[in-house]
């Protein structure tokens, strides 16, 4: 798609969302804030290289507009790695929970400027309002370091943004960003959460799912892979031997 093609599209989108808005105003009472997604799917196939995620939306009044995604929660390790006997090796390790796989924001203007820092902290808004819940065995461990660690591995990763991205307004009421998941995205359940702030308070939230799976070939690999992995790895050592012995053949009749 064309970089003027895709204009005409977000145009086209968001101008739908504008008359659903109109429309649903002259029924009832209008709702404060309307959003959707361009695809509530990202289908990640053997080719699959990244991709961006149109969200739009519509404000009844005026108001500032920020907007979380937040990933399915795991566990995490994060270990510091010293030098010994001339090597690098593993020594102490600080362990999280409730660690999204994938965390982004956006916002029209500076968060700190839109809301309080309590009601960022209250609703969890931005990436160092995240809680992390830690386990370690060590009482002295220094968890800033470990959970700065942790955040910057991840936002090398490509999975943590490291600022929020701008959401532009095409109107007064009108509203648009873009979410882009890298190659790496984990699949889940994603959850999109959407605030509207008027005179910094949370006038409105709306949320809604995005799920990234694995379609075509390689999700029916990655489910045989873990639903039979023995088998699984007696088949890639077979297909391994098959491949090497093809090789020799061809390389010995030259």
């Known amino acids: 798609m064309t970089r003027s093609t895709r204009t005409l599209a977000v145009l086209c989108v968001t101008m739908l969302a504008l008359v659903t808005t109109t429309g649903t105003a002259k029924r009832a009472s209008a709702e404060p804030l309307v959003v959707d997604l361009s695809n509530h799917l990202v289908a990640i196939t053997t080719g699959f290289t990244g991709t961006d995620v149109l969200l739009f939306g519509a404000v009844q009044h005026e ?42 924001s956006a916002s029209n203007r500076p968060m700190d400027i839109i809301a309080p820092k309590s009601i960022l902290q209250d609703y969890r808004i931005g990436l160092e ?24 591995n991840m936002q090398n990763a490509g999975l943590f ?9 095409l109107s007064n009421q009108l509203f648009r960003t873009d979410i882009h998941f890298p190659a790496n995205t ?34 029916e690999v990655y489910e045989f892979a873990h639903r039979y992995s023995a088998l699984y790895g007696i088949v890639a050592v077979i297909i391994a031997v098959v491949a090497g012995w093809i090789a020799s053949v061809a390389f010995r009749k030259r």
């Open 129 to 152: 309002h995240q809680r992390f819940i830690a386990i370690s065995d060590n009482p002295e461990t220094d968890q800033k370091v470990y959970r700065d660690a942790l955040v910057r």
């Open 186 to 219: 984990p699949t889940g359940t994603y959850t999109i959460n959407v605030y509207l702030i008027q005179n910094g308070r949370i006038a409105s939230v709306k949320t809604t799912p995005l799920v990234v799976s694995k379609t075509g070939v390689s999700a």
């Open 63 to 104: 108001g500032d507009i920020i907007v979380t995604v937040r990933g399915p929660d795991q566990d995490m390790v994060v270990r510091r790695k010293e030098r010994k006997i001339g090597i690098w090796v593993n020594s102490e390790s600080a362990r999280y929970k409730n660690v999204p796989a994938y965390y982004a």
């Open 161 to 169: 943004n490291e600022r929020p991205a701008k959401i532009s307004f």
